[in-house]
């Protein structure tokens, strides 16, 4: 039977488009800058895509600021984690998971301060194992990063990847062989190689659809 379950951290385990528009609000006001260039803010930042470092190269340049990067940098790592809310639902559908007898992991591409982020979620201690790209060295949507969580859990690479990005946890997790469930973020799906088994809101919602599964499976 597939005892085992991974989960996306930004906008998937923890609501990063939520996380950033209230930091966003902050630093904007912080530097003196109108409300209104939050979207100025945003479209620099890619939904996260855009490395730190060169996200407050360009904030920077386009707002003027005389605060060195480094420190920027700084400011930004030690606040950062603060600004994400903890899920209390989130954490009630993984214990509810785990108490079934089925190992979590989390599978996120980004750099080591994501354990600060699941730390200050109070997460952490719900999961058997954290995977982070950069201390793993190796990416979604690369089958090794699932392997590496499956191995660390001491179980078979059987069960489900939850996320909200297509091509790293979707195509990943159809890659490793596992069954998928998109977090959708109110998008349509729209690759045409590989498709989610299921869609889902919210973690709690893609936890439901797990358990469900897994009374009607024969095995
Ligand atoms: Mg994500």
Redesign the pocket.
């Known amino acids: 039977m597939d005892r085992l379950a991974l989960f996306?951290?930004?906008?998937?385990l923890l609501d990063?488009q939520a996380a950033f528009e209230h930091w966003g609000a902050d630093f904007l006001v912080a530097h003196d800058i109108a409300s209104s260039e939050f979207s100025t803010l945003s479209s620099i930042d890619n939904d996260?895509v855009t490395p730190r470092d060169a996200f407050f190269a360009q904030v920077k340049e386009r707002f003027g600021i005389a605060t060195s990067l480094e420190q920027l940098l700084e400011d930004y790592h030690r606040a950062y984690a603060s600004y994400y809310p903890a899920p209390l639902e989130t954490i009630q559908a993984l214990r509810k998971l785990r108490a079934g007898g089925w190992k979590l992991g989390v599978v996120?591409n980004g750099p080591p301060s994501q354990l600060t982020k699941l730390d200050a979620a109070h997460l952490t201690s719900e999961f058997d194992v954290v995977c982070v790209s950069a201390i793993v060295g190796i990416q979604k949507p690369n089958v090794g990063i699932f392997e590496d969580a499956a191995r660390r859990c001491g179980v078979d690479l059987r069960g489900w990847m939850v996320?909200?990005?297509p091509g790293?946890?979707i195509e990943g997790g159809w890659r490793a062989g596992l069954r998928t469930i998109w977090?959708t973020r109110g998008r349509t799906w729209a690759e045409t190689e590989y498709k989610p088994d299921a869609n889902a809101q919210s973690v709690p919602e893609a936890i439901a659809i797990i358990l469900a599964a897994e009374d009607t499976d024969p095995s």
Request: no cysteine; glycine share 14%.
């Open positions: 996306d951290v930004d906008n998937t990063r996260g996120t996320g909200d990005t790293t946890d977090i």
